[in-house]
């Protein structure tokens, strides 16, 4: 009976090793997701919601460009 017992005991031990490490693994790695800082993924938002608060070289050409075309199909179409 103690044969049988022992070998219960052995069987499940490596097991139990194996299971105790990956919750450790797992503690730990929770433990150093939680470190980071959140500053990292804030700066990176913030650099892609960035807007242009200047105008670029053409834009007095483009925006010439496209009030004349809303202009020109307003005083065609108007009245009709």
């Known amino acids: 009976m103690d044969v049988v ?6 069987a499940t031990a490596p097991f139990a090793i194996v299971v105790a490490v990956f919750i ?3 503690i730990a790695a929770g433990v150093w997701h939680a470190s980071q ?3 990292s993924a804030t ?3 913030q650099s892609v919601a960035a807007t242009a608060t200047s105008l ?3 834009a007095g050409d483009r925006n010439s460009e496209i009030l004349a ?4 199909t307003a005083e065609a179409t108007h009245g009709h």
Not at 5 to 10: C, D, G, N, Y
Not at 69 to 72: D, I, R
């Open 5 to 10: 017992r022992s070998a219960r005991q052995s």
């Open 24 to 26: 450790a693994l797992a």
């Open 37 to 39: 800082p959140i500053a």
């Open 43 to 45: 700066t990176r938002t």
């Open 56 to 58: 670029g070289p053409d």
């Open 69 to 72: 075309a809303h202009l020109g």
